[in-house]
């Protein structure tokens, strides 16, 4: 598995992006853009990019089979696949769907590039599973069978080797404590989400609130948005379980403020003593050539 230059990922995220603004400025059709209009479209483009780059740097693999078949023939393989198939759990289900379930389980470490893309099961997967004997399930037989056709996948990626952009986010409150050691900051940050928060006469904001603001402000302290990353709501549920911060009481917006930074703060002590990790594979699929047909500018 080769880790490649971002560059060509760059160039073809670039050009996704802009296929795509172009498709919202001419309503899909063969319609020239103005140069004025293409300039600022780009700009939001690689802005966005560039933040989206600096929180999570992607890395580019070239998946050809050869860590595929390093971890096959490994010491390590034969208990990662006993592991899995305690996990999968296989006795209702054929061999083969039982294989294809561990495939599922192994990661781009392990050389295998993520089954869950429709390209790669087509290709890679489905290929190594044809003319191909199903069999009562056993752990012997399970074993013996899925290393089989591991190695066909190993071939077939050795033969049409896929490129994945790989990228780790690491959430372990570092942004949280740097917002909190800068006052002017945290009361800035405070004020935006509190923006359009409704308030009864007396200017009092219920407390169910709190979990709204903080999905408002979670992208600018490195957290991400609820329901993106489940361990992460897990953390963020234990905190807000704490405060209780559905009793339904209506508090003073400074009394608002303080418990949603202490909210913070007690995020950022769990991350801090228990970071999570969460990686992102994305397999690389080249445009359409027909799309170019769209980057037509006007003077």
């Given at each position: 598995m080769d880790h490649q230059s971002g560059d060509g990922i760059w160039k073809l995220t670039l050009f996704r992006n802009v296929f795509q603004v172009l498709k919202e400025f001419?309503?899909?059709?063969?319609?020239?853009?103005s140069k004025t209009g293409l300039k600022e479209a780009l700009?939001?483009?690689?802005?966005?990019?560039?933040?989206?780059?600096?929180?999570?740097?992607?890395?580019?693999?070239?998946?050809?089979?050869?860590?595929?078949?390093?971890?096959?023939?490994?010491?390590?393989y034969e208990a990662e696949m006993v592991s899995i198939f305690s996990q999968i759990g296989c006795e209702d289900a054929s061999l083969r769907g039982c294989i294809t379930k561990?495939?599922?389980?192994?990661?781009?470490?392990?050389?295998?590039?993520?089954?869950?893309?429709?390209?790669?099961?087509?290709?890679?997967?489905?290929?190594a599973l044809e003319s191909w004997d199903d069999k009562p399930v056993s752990q012997e037989t399970f074993l013996e069978e899925s290393k089989k056709v591991a190695k066909r996948v190993a071939q077939n990626l050795?033969?049409?080797?896929?490129?994945?952009?790989?990228?780790v986010n690491t959430f372990d409150g570092s942004g949280i404590k740097r917002l909190l050691s800068n006052k002017f900051e945290?009361?800035?940050?405070?004020?935006?989400?509190?923006?359009?928060?409704?308030?009864?006469?007396?200017?009092?904001?219920?407390?169910?609130?709190?979990?709204?603001?903080l999905d408002v402000v979670a992208p600018s302290v490195g957290l991400p948005q609820v329901g993106a990353v489940e361990q992460?709501?897990?953390?963020?549920?234990?905190?807000?379980?704490?405060?209780?911060?559905?009793?339904?009481?209506?508090?003073?917006?400074?009394?608002?403020?303080?418990?949603?930074?202490?909210?913070?703060?007690?995020?950022?002590?769990?991350?801090?003593?228990?970071?999570?990790?969460?990686?992102?594979?994305?397999?690389?699929?080249e445009p359409l050539p027909s799309s170019l047909s769209l980057l037509q500018a006007s003077t």
């Open positions: 001419t309503h899909g059709k063969q319609q020239k853009v700009s939001d483009i690689l802005l966005g990019m560039a933040a989206g780059l600096k929180r999570d740097p992607i890395v580019i693999l070239r998946m050809d089979g050869e860590d595929l078949l390093e971890f096959i023939n490994g010491p390590s561990a495939l599922e389980k192994l990661t781009v470490d392990q050389g295998m590039p993520p089954s869950s893309d429709s390209w790669v099961m087509r290709n890679i997967v489905e290929p050795k033969e049409e080797p896929v490129i994945v952009a790989h990228s945290l009361d800035k940050l405070l004020n935006v989400g509190l923006e359009n928060v409704p308030k009864d006469r007396n200017g009092k904001i219920s407390k169910e609130y709190l979990r709204v603001v992460m709501d897990k953390v963020v549920a234990d905190v807000l379980n704490r405060i209780d911060v559905d009793d339904g009481k209506m508090i003073k917006e400074d009394e608002f403020k303080k418990l949603l930074t202490e909210i913070m703060g007690s995020i950022m002590l769990q991350l801090e003593g228990n970071p999570i990790s969460v990686s992102s594979n994305s397999v690389v699929h």
